[in-house]
């Protein structure tokens, strides 16, 4: 996916983003300008959580200006819309992020594609369409495996856990989160600590919603303490310089916050088995703590004050947290829900039936709402991801139609290149080839024709010897050297062409001039550049064979062959080849042209 991709797809859901985010135009607002340190990322996540309309625009002006890629400031788009309590919002970061994941950038930076990923599953998360976060914490999960970040995958792990346990695979999920804690216990660096205590929460969470094992709850809890304070007594110990470490003046923050959270579980863990005084105190602990007096903070205990009996602190905090969600122009979620249940559960201990009634008929009314909305919600998703996919189709469908015109006649240039370089080529090594076997030929001649110059010269010399009637006298024959020994043997086979027989070996010529194998042999080894009687043998049939192969003009080559004594042609054609470096049929055709 390139740039005019994601900007068709940003043009699709603008509509959205315009009824929730905006609010107003831009007129009279400065031009973004190149170089503008006011439109940079960074100036865009410091305000995104207070003021998610001004982030916008000041990531749409770094784009503009070029401070961000187009890719990245998709990202932080999404993470800005995926805060939002409007669906629409979350529906509009989830269609951005599924478009990230198939950029380009996605595809070649597994660090970008992690990033994405873990937006769709807080994406999800906020949702709470389960399903659909089920499917990117898997997804994360092998991304983070393969990339060897096993710890980070632990983690994602646990949220996986959580998500299963939601779509009804409570005891697949249990034990996908067990498998994380196990393996995360077994060490005592930070960032394998802060992923422990992730899953311990996750696991709290779900036997909490479950409303089961609540002694496990209490010792999850504890183990959460023990560990935090260990932490606390030794950050040295711990440190691994991993991003999510908090420095050492944030230490106590951090430790508050986890170990408060802590006392909340188990305060509501010793109220499902009826321990009101060990409840009370896990309270009173719970309130030693800063974050005990957030709105977050007193909404977490504030269920388990109303089953203490302590409604008025419980429906304190319910006005306070409804007042937020009115001002947030959020009162459609799942804390809205529970808000119904306590106030209903209030009424009922104050004796009040019919406001009961009616906070009750308002709780299964609004959890059908939510049910229903979240259905709508995945329905506008799912439509949103067809016209997606739709606008990704006709420009891959322009695409394609291009690169095939740009194919097909790449493809037509490319082979009449290819044609007219193979002929060029072919031409060239034949003329090369013509012109080394013409070379090889004169060579050969020119060897030859020495060689018969030199054996004429010799022939005559030796004359008297080769025609007198003592030529074959052993005597004479073992008195010469074995130089002079050779010239006389080679004069005689050439002379009485001995080498055309079919069989001319050291045995012929033991029985021609009546000497031992051995002084024949010392002949050819020692007086001679042969080596041995075979290969002048061989060399005095090519060489006949050459002169017939000049000579003759109606003899095949198979003829040539049987007539210089060779006993099969491709004998001879091996041999022939071998010696001079040209096939015989070449030889011919280059000698008589």
């Known amino acids: 996916m390139n740039k005019k991709t994601l900007y068709l797809l940003y043009m699709s859901v603008v509509a959205l983003l315009l009824t929730g985010c ?38 749409d002006s770094a784009e ?17 819309l995926s805060k939002s309590t409007a669906m629409q919002q ?109 899953a311990a929460k996750r696991k709290i969470n779900v036997l909490q919603e479950q409303e089961i094992r609540s002694d496990e709850v209490i010792t999850l809890a504890n183990q959460i303490q023990q560990r935090l304070d260990d932490f606390a007594a030794r950050p040295d110990d711990y440190h691994d310089g991993t991003y999510r470490e908090p420095p050492k003046e944030d230490i106590p923050t951090y430790h508050d916050f ?8 188990k305060a509501a863990a010793y109220t499902a088995q009826g321990n009101r005084a060990a409840a009370q105190r896990e309270i009173v602990a719970f309130r030693q703590y800063p974050y005990s ?47 119904l249940r306590g106030r209903a559960e209030a009424a009922i201990a104050a004796g009040h ?37 739709e606008l990704e189709t006709a420009l891959h469908q322009e695409r394609v139609i291009h690169m095939k015109n740009l194919f097909v006649n790449v493809l037509i240039g490319m082979v009449l290149f290819i044609v007219v370089a193979a002929a060029v080529y072919l031409y060239r090594q034949r003329r090369l080839l013509s012109e080394k076997n013409y070379i090889l030929v004169q060579k050969i001649e020119d060897a030859q024709e020495y060689k018969r110059l030199y054996q004429s010269l010799k022939t005559q010399k030796n004359s008297d010897t080769v025609n007198s009637d003592d030529a074959t006298d052993a005597t004479r024959l073992e008195a010469m050297t074995d130089a002079e020994l050779f010239d006389y043997i080679s004069d005689v086979v050439r002379h009485e062409q001995l080498f055309l027989r079919p069989v001319c070996d050291r045995q012929t010529l033991v029985e021609r001039f009546h000497l031992s194998e051995k002084r024949i ?26 002169q017939l192969l000049r000579k003759s003009t109606t003899m095949s080559i ?36």
């Open 22 to 59: 905006t609010g107003g135009g831009t007129s009279g607002k400065r031009v973004p300008q190149a170089g503008d340190t006011l439109y940079t990322e960074e100036r865009a996540m410091a305000i995104y959580d207070s003021l998610p309309e001004r982030a916008l625009l000041i990531l």
């Open 64 to 80: 503009v200006v070029g401070n961000m890629t187009d890719y990245r400031a998709a990202l932080f788009r999404a993470k800005v």
């Open 258 to 265: 986890y170990y408060a959270q802590a006392c909340a579980y």
């Open 521 to 546: 042999g010392a002949a050819f080894s020692k007086g001679s550049p042969y080596g041995n009687v075979s290969n002048f043998v061989r060399n005095a049939r090519l060489e006949y064979a050459c």
């Open 558 to 593: 198979a003829d040539v062959a049987a007539a210089s004594g060779f006993p099969s042609y491709p004998r001879f054609a091996m041999d022939f080849k071998a010696s001079y470096s040209i096939s015989p049929t070449e030889y011919r055709r280059q000698s008589q042209a």
């Open 353 to 389: 039936t019919t406001q009961a009634y009616d906070y009750m008929n308002r709780y299964d009314e609004l959890k059908s709402q939510l049910s229903d909305n979240l259905q709508r919600s995945k329905a506008h998703l799912y439509a949103a991801r067809y016209h997606t996919l």
């Open 90 to 198: 979350q529906d509009s970061a989830v269609i951005i992020c599924e478009a990230l994941l198939r950029h380009d950038e996605a595809q070649r930076n597994i660090v970008f594609r992690g990033d994405v990923l873990e937006l769709l599953v807080n994406a999800s998360r906020i949702r709470h369409d389960y399903e659909e976060m089920v499917h990117w914490t898997t997804e994360l999960a092998q991304l983070l495996r393969g990339q060897g970040l096993a710890t980070e995958a632990l983690r994602t792990d646990a949220d996986l856990g959580l998500a299963m346990t939601h779509i009804g695979q409570v005891d697949e999920g249990l034990a996908k989160i067990d498998n994380a804690i196990r393996q995360l216990d077994m060490t005592t660096k930070f960032n394998e600590l802060d992923a422990w205590l992730i």
């Open 293 to 339: 007096h957030s709105l977050d903070g007193r909404m977490i205990i504030a269920q388990t004050q109303g089953r203490l009996g302590d409604y008025e602190t419980m429906l304190a905090t319910y006005d306070d947290f409804e007042r937020y969600m009115v001002s947030e122009g959020d009162t459609l979620n799942g804390a809205r829900i529970e808000i």
